[in-house]
Every structure is written in structure tokens, then in C-alpha cells.
């Protein structure tokens, strides 16, 4: 299943920044990671990720880095700012306010499904 484009655009940053909560990744690597934790549901190409990441440098919510991999070939690397730390913690409190409240209606039956969780 994928995620229509209105609730991707919400999904979108928190999950790309929740991903780069848990330490630096270059863009491919994120691309990667969205499809594979979450069954392809948050599944983005790099033509959706690549101005989702350009948009969240340029509030200041994450910063990058261009160096050499293991591999030799140069790689932009991105990492959450203090000012990403902040904005994350209020996106997983609201996110985790919708859910509930989302369950409580019925439109989501039980605990999500640990592939589900980004966090």
C-alpha cells in the first residue's frame, strides 16, 4: 500500500527525520531505509526525498556534509540539527496524539506493528 501524496506530505519529514534521529545518512541510504522499515508503505523515490531533504536544510531542521565513502565514491551525508531535535520531539507528540485519537474513532484497531514504528 502506498501512501496518498496529502498524507505523505505530513509522513514525509517526520520520517526522514526520525531516520536521521537515529545518526547520519546519505540519501540513498535514507531512500533504503524508508522503503525497507516500513514495507514500502513511506516508500519515496529519490526525486520525492531529494527536495523534502533540500527543504528541511533550508529551515535549519538538518545539515550536511559531502565526503568520501568506503566505497570511494563522494556522498552527501545528512544529520539532524538541535533545532531537527526539537522539531522531531513535537512531531512524534503530535503524530502520537492523531494515532490515538485516530484508534479512538476506530479507524485503527489495537497497537501499530513494530514495522510500523520509525521511533
Request: cysteine-free.
Amino acid at each position: 500500500m502506498r501512501i496518498e501524496r496529502e498524507l505523505m506530505r505530513g509522513a514525509g519529514p517526520v520520517a526522514v527525520l526520525s531516520l536521521l534521529g537515529k545518526g547520519e545518512m546519505y540519501g540513498y541510504e535514507l531512500v533504503e531505509a524508508l522503503d525497507r522499515r516500513t514495507d514500502g508503505v513511506l516508500d519515496m523515490g529519490q526525486s520525492t526525498l531529494y527536495p523534502l531533504l533540500y527543504n528541511l536544510e533550508a529551515k535549519g531542521l538538518i545539515e550536511s556534509d559531502r565526503r568520501v565513502a568506503e566505497n570511494g565514491r563522494e556522498r552527501k551525508y545528512y544529520r539532524l540539527t538541535s533545532d531537527g531535535r526539537t522539531r522531531l520531539a513535537a512531531d512524534r507528540a503530535q503524530w502520537q496524539a492523531v494515532t490515538e485519537a485516530m484508534r479512538s474513532l476506530g479507524v485503527i484497531a489495537g497497537r501499530l506493528a513494530p514495522a510500523w514504528r520509525l521511533a
